[in-house]
């Protein structure tokens, strides 16, 4: 197992090929966060007009944080369960993204998406919202305010860890099939 810094978004995906099943991340730039109602939304092709982002080579965090308090940028803001977002994971890597941070298993289907858009599913520390939350330097809104936490943000974060849990050739470090 090695550690990498890397930064978001890529400005090219050669480092993610590098990468191994148990390899280190420490994310360092933009990171997207938004959960179930956003991917659906992506999926239904809802995204605003309005909305001129490019994400590619972007990394989407599954997270929905709670409001600043005790001078933090940032109230809690740990990892979702990722299977929820399996059924959207194919419309989400091919606007671009292609780091996936979450918490738990992902379906066999996810790691064939990998494969297929050379994209990486990563793991954070669960139950970990309150100390997550010191990666965090400053964050927007982007789109679906109407979703309050929900909403997609867009985190400015420094060192933000995570662990590979797909790689770009499919191994996972699960062994059960799902």
């Known amino acids: 197992m090695k550690e990498y810094k890397v930064i978001v978004p890529l400005n090219?995906?050669?480092?993610?090929?590098?990468?191994?099943?148990?390899?280190?991340l420490l994310l360092s730039g933009e990171i997207y966060v938004f959960r179930d109602q956003v991917h659906k939304k992506i999926h239904n092709g809802e995204l605003p007009d309005t909305l001129?982002?490019?994400?590619?080579?972007?990394?989407?965090?599954?997270?929905?944080?709670?409001?600043?308090?005790?001078?933090?940028?940032?109230?809690?803001?740990?990892?979702?369960?990722?299977?929820?977002?399996?059924?959207?994971?194919?419309?989400?890597l091919s606007i671009g993204f292609r780091i996936m941070i979450g918490k738990g298993y992902r379906s066999s289907k996810v790691v064939e998406l990998c494969k297929k858009f050379a994209a990486i599913y990563a793991i954070t520390y669960g139950g970990c919202g309150?100390?997550?939350?010191?990666?965090?330097?400053?964050?927007?809104l982007v789109a679906f305010s109407d979703l309050g936490p929900e909403a997609m943000y867009k985190f400015y974060v420094s060192d933000f860890p995570s662990i590979v849990a797909i790689d770009t050739n499919g191994n996972k470090i699960w062994t059960v099939e799902t």
């Open 130 to 140: 309150a100390l997550l939350n010191k990666y965090v330097k400053n964050y927007e």
């Open 52 to 92: 001129k982002i490019n994400f590619h080579n972007s990394a989407v965090y599954y997270c929905a944080a709670t409001p600043p308090k005790n001078n933090f940028v940032i109230g809690s803001c740990g990892p979702t369960s990722a299977y929820r977002m399996d059924e959207y994971t194919e419309t989400v």
């Open 12 to 24: 090219d995906t050669w480092i993610l090929k590098q990468l191994n099943v148990g390899d280190r």
